[in-house]
């Protein structure tokens, strides 16, 4: 069993930044493939980025590629989420998630959720 909680979350302005932190807790936090997922309302959640369980791999959609930074750090049981240039759409509750399959591109490929944080970015 893994617990994932969220924090950073808030208002910004339309180019500024924020910096999303995901801690786990119980089995090895180094087994499971990362992702950060987002969920505007009245539309699907989807995800945004993900990382490899050594962070050597990352993926990023197509519409953060640039102004989002995916990381981790296995010492701490954490994964970040680097957030620049946000814009309005970003606005979303963003959730992080826990794979311990390979198969970390789906939502259906997670095992594990945090409860989310809310992103608003003002225009």
């Known amino acids: 069993q893994v617990q994932l909680v969220e924090s950073g979350g808030g208002l910004v302005q339309a180019g500024g930044s924020l910096r999303l932190s995901c801690a786990a807790s119980g089995r090895t936090f180094s087994s499971y493939f990362m992702g950060w997922f987002r969920q505007a309302p009245g539309k699907e959640r989807e995800l945004v980025a993900a990382?490899?369980?050594?962070?050597?791999?990352?993926f990023y959609a197509g519409s953060v590629k640039g102004r989002f930074t995916i990381s981790r750090d296995n010492a701490k049981n954490t994964v970040y989420l680097q957030m620049n240039s946000l814009k309005p759409e970003d606005t979303a509750v963003y959730y992080c998630a826990a794979s311990i399959t390979a198969s970390y591109m789906t939502e259906s490929g997670y095992d594990y959720w945090g409860q989310g944080t809310q992103v608003t970015v003002s225009s």
């Open positions: 990382i490899s369980r050594g962070g050597g791999t990352t």
